[in-house]
């Protein structure tokens, strides 16, 4: 298997090599304690086909760097078990059969105890081969290794919101982290939003510079935009609570079409993670939002969170605006007086999830990484409080298809012209 | 709720309680050793909407004593958690709203150790009601109470038949206890059938007597018999290896409507529990069996098991023969010369699940314990390896629909006519 | 393809040859009388997969006599059009592969002119071969013509439900024969039922005399019943009015599980073809039902037609009664001051649908006509409106799933005891 | 319903008004001779929820300009049957509720006679309206009836491609038209393919003249191209017959994801309409093609057509080149050496169907024309040979969701750069 080189650019020398290991330890120990609040119960579980377990993020990650990593350019590496090339491979046909995935959580063997004793089996290689390759072979490993350690953090940010997803599913709404302070029910709403004016024109978008880039952020290219306007801030609890009360849910103008089917066909009446008032599994009075902390009451200055896109596009609707493209988002990331644009919830844009022009995936078997997911998605970018540090950029470009409402997932407004 | 007595005739005294108390204790320590080889993430999982976990069992069952026994008839008792109430209900209407079955696998919480925290609680609050009620009392709650066990052992069997199921969609075929004695491929066949003669005639069938029977076993009654003969054994896998080498699961003309639509829409081409020769999953170049103890060459002489009514329906079409009625099974259960009628596998009989003449449920909530399945079902007489010892009964009636394939179910040929 | 003699003992001689053939003719001209107030268009339409077109069931029933009858018996015999041995095949696996089922209302071409041709080429061979076939081949050949005419009285029946749903499915609701005068609505109820006392003891069922009757009424044996009450009359619609307003489809004590899981799924709060008095497509302010003539007052007195089994065994538990068997309906069928056994609507039993004793199939292609369906339906008996005349016998077996309630099927009760 | 008028700059004056009705004329007549070679039975079937009867799309496009044009603007008008509203609203909300679109088979009344009536009572009020109208309500009306006759013609085109669609699923693959002379499969392949190249820049798309166009063509905005190559004629049977040939439907690397799994789920070897050399339907040792005119030998040089999106994409993949985006197909609309843009097959893009920057829709109920589609669907550009004359346009964006493969649509290759 023949793998090109990322764009990354590595700097040369030992004290990379160094970085790069210390990292690699840094990131697989985050996946551990992100499981550790879990029992091996919790661990089994899924919930959707569209979501997986803990236990199997934690071999699948483990596979990733076996299958893509040691396999191909360690010799002396031996699988931990021949069948787990099986069993936890996500989707990549190059690389062989796959177990189905509405049957992952059927895998209650291998234990956790295994997976966990296959993680340190695939780490004690990986540490030696980090340690031992030679200088050349060192410039076509590296970018895997850092490829290996950016999905390990996506499937971080997956196991949050899968295991919160299984736990929505349990009519006792038990929490991931009982023990963090509970957030008040603020009194007062959020500050009124503000609208930025953007100039427009032609814009560079998309990664070409150093440092590590998934292949669909790229190339860098020009784009012309038209003049807009995009809010300083995320829509919030207490915004969406509006449109809510409004009757969002029950007029059908403000929705697309395949959105309003959903809402049928679903009933949705509120955010999938939203308690109304009389929920019998926790009768409050007042609405309340299920969390990572259990059953909280809404916090009107909170950006609303796991909402689809076809409620985000609704909502913009509803109150006289639209969704930002992809594009306007990142010109104006660093726009003045812009806030929340990483770290509090991914953001929907109104951009399908489309090649850049010139795009071509990285060959190999990390060719599946992204490309052949590129029609009938939507692009979110920034990032959420789930996101792992250090892994959003401006160019990323997350994406999910419409109807997905288990994602910490939000949305910021955007509208034509500069006045 | 007022829950009239079984047709069981408790004797009285104490003697009989003590007898109760200690086989409470006995099957209830029962359920829990066959819980034991598995791990809490073997005890979790939920492999289709039909089959449920090993946890959510041993709570349903304890769920079934505080429900029936414990709340109407000890007014000191307090619910361990109420939220139980409704999460292991499994079907009583009368008892209030109930989980979803097919969302059993989900309820990673309450964990096992809560589960058997709550057996605990059960028990020792049944230890006391057993030991303290008034004599009177007495005489209301010993059938409930031999109700309760008697259902309880109904769910050690599906313990076993829902985690070989769950193991089996396991491409690893896990053993549920891989350290039993392998069995060897006999290489000698089973004994030939012998067909005994029945003179037919009336005969009273059904329970009538003393000791516990469910209610659907009753009321006793004379049926009208031809005369018919019944074979000696039971179709044993050396049979059933020729009918499938025969074509019998191509050929239509050898099923029911139904069976052969099932048999196209699956791709059946043998016992849900085989593996062919050339099984990608265990590649040995014959017949092997998956079961408890994990994979196994197939034993020819051992009773054909995991099929469902279909197969069994076709494969006596096959042989000449056909199933006998579940009359026909009850009248020759005494045989001379008759063997295999219980302890090997549940026999399909070619009885509809229908009430007996004069049926009425047990009244209360217990009512809708066997009646409101009698449509759509076939009976199954007999019992199996799996079933708990003193559970059989000549008169018992066990039901599954046709397509089931997960239990310890197979066939024994009956013909018309006596010579 | 060798075919038996059914049981009928066909006189010989030429007057008998003379009488089937006017027989023929009588009952394939009544076929194209059915379909006479029906367009081409509607002749096409299929509603859901167990419905069949209009001009389907003409074309198939054409069919079995050239399969059937024609293509073993008459070496001059060319069939009409050979792809139609295809198209209009029911079930029969061993004449072939066939149109899938749910497709058939695709068939567009060929035109009902076309069918219409192909009937009268089938009735001029049949008029031929029935006119010239020697003794000795009559004798196989009669008893096939005379299954051929009672297999197309059974679709003639179809025809009249299929299409009624069909036309139900239009929210206009047009009706079938608009121009019958309208049933008004019976200011009195239906005369009180009661109760007619019947032994019990060994009774003779089944067919086994003269005249044709299908392989699964017979072989004519003993059964033994307990002493039972019959009604001397059908449930009317005045009667189920009385189960709706007490709540019955909200009642879940009433109904069977799978009835129950039927009410819920499909939202059942009525029959399949009752208007509520606010129902949208005809607000009338009182209930009024769809039929043949179109929408009608509800008539209190007429038979409660439509019903699934699961709605009549619901009825009659909320009664205090229960279904008879299809034995005792058998058996009462000459009890003095019964009535409406027949010609008003089939009446579900409490009997599923299983072989009798000694039942064989018939040999050859029509061993498929009746017994590759006995699991999982149950029996009713009589016959209704819409069967033709003389179709109808003591001995016959109807049988549907328990969730069918697009046929003419209704109920009459029965109770244990004589007292 | 306040309807704003369209871009289109209505000329003042009789003589466009006269021009208007008389293309109101042809265009009405149109539809009713695309319908003339199908019987009723025929114009009465719907294949798949996706496509509707012939005689729908009769009723449909009269309900468009009875709802849209004649009840809001005529005061004097009536309905030719209210019932109608119902039944022939496609999916605009605003108008009220709507028959389900999967039944529309299932209404057999009203008659195709009916519906020919009620196209005459619309068309006559229709006339009267254009001809009465005073100045100023013409201002509004106009575009309105331009509208409605836009309309139609999109409805002309999918009676084709779901009359066909509805012939496909009869095994004797009847014509549409089967007089039509036959093609004669061609020994020469089509011309070899030229790569035009394009220079990129600053590019004007969209819709921004005189003349009707829908409101999701505009915008007309600049965009930004990079430079690149656009084949001179589209995608030919003959090039499409190699890609099978390679293993195309077989090889996932070539397919996107979701291609992939709709390749496995269907069992697709080959385009829609393509019939293998041994299909049994009609054998003949060579690909074969249905259409209008049936099944015609495979011609190498036409459009291959009845692709979907994913097939196109993986086609494209495999002949190692793109799909152009929307926008690079209409900046080469004129490109000297350019052919077959238009009249034969639409061209599936690389772009999802977002809205234009600055994207508004119509108000009132045509608001729901266009925009509420904008997700989860692929652009086509050009038209096909069932487009109706005059009906097509550069800026014209048609769309469809990826899987759709019943429509006259196939492809054009493009490649990055100049060279």
Redesign the interface.
């Known amino acids: 298997m023949s793998i090109t080189p990322f764009s990354t650019a590595p700097a040369a020398g030992t004290a990379w090599r160094r970085a790069l290991a210390q990292r690699y330890d840094q990131v697989r120990a985050c996946s551990l304690a992100l499981a550790a609040p879990l029992?091996?119960?919790?661990?089994?579980?899924q919930?959707m086909p569209d979501a997986s377990p803990t236990?199997w993020h934690l071999a699948h990650t483990s596979w990733f760097f076996e299958a893509v990593v040691l396999m191909p350019n360690d010799g002396g590496y031996r699988p931990f078990d021949e069948?787990f090339l099986?069993?936890f491979n996500s989707?990549y046909?190059?690389l062989g059969p796959r177990?189905p995935r509405p049957?992952r959580?059927?895998?209650?063997?291998?234990?956790?105890d295994e997976v966990q004793a296959y993680r340190a089996h695939v780490d004690a290689a990986m540490r030696g081969l980090i340690g031992s390759a030679g200088d050349t072979a060192w410039q076509a490993l590296a970018p895997l290794v850092e490829l290996g350690l950016n999905h390990e953090q996506q499937h971080q940010e997956l196991i949050l919101t899968d295991i919160l997803h299984?736990?929505s599913?349990?009519?006792?709404l038990?929490a991931y982290l009982p023990h963090e302070p509970p957030v008040l029910r603020l009194a007062t709403p959020p500050p009124a939003q503000r609208w930025l004016a953007q100039e427009g024109g032609?814009r560079e978008v998309g990664h070409g510079g150093a440092g590590f880039a998934f292949d669909n952020e790229g190339p860098r290219?020009?784009?012309?935009?038209?003049p807009?306007r995009i809010a300083d801030r995320l829509v919030s609890c207490g915004d969406y609570e509006q449109f809510i009360a409004d009757g969002g849910y029950r007029n059908?103008?403000l929705?697309?079409?395949?959105?309003?089917a959903a809402v049928q066909a679903g009933g949705w009446q509120h955010p999938a993670y939203w308690l109304a008032p009389d929920d019998p599994r926790a009768p409050a009075g007042h609405w309340q939002v299920f969390g990572l902390s259990g059953v909280r009451p809404l916090d009107a200055a909170a950006p609303v969170a796991q909402l689809s896109?076809?409620e985000a596009?609704a909502y913009a609707e509803w109150a006289g605006a639209r969704l930002p493209?992809e594009f306007e988002w990142e010109a104006a990331f660093d726009a003045p007086g812009i806030a929340q644009m990483t770290g509090q919830v991914w953001q929907w844009t109104?951009?399908?999830?489309?090649?850049y022009?010139?795009f071509r995936p990285w060959q190999g078997a990390v060719?599946e990484y992204n490309g052949?997911?590129?029609?009938?998605q939507?692009v979110l970018r920034g990032s959420s409080s789930a996101t792992p540090d250090g892994h959003a950029r401006p160019t990323y470009r997350n994406f999910f298809p419409?109807a997905a409402r288990w994602q910490f997932s939000g949305l910021r407004l955007a509208r034509?012209g500069t006045c």
Chains 1, 2, 3, 4 share one sequence.
């Open positions: 029992s091996a119960e919790d661990q089994g579980v919930s236990k069948r099986r069993l989707y046909e190059s177990h049957q959580g059927l895998l209650t063997r291998p234990s956790l299984a736990l599913c349990n009519p006792m038990p032609v290219h020009q784009v012309l935009l038209q807009y059908p103008a929705w697309l079409s395949d959105g309003w896109f076809y596009a493209t109104r951009s399908s999830y489309d090649p022009p010139g060719a052949k997911f590129m029609v009938g939507v419409p034509d």
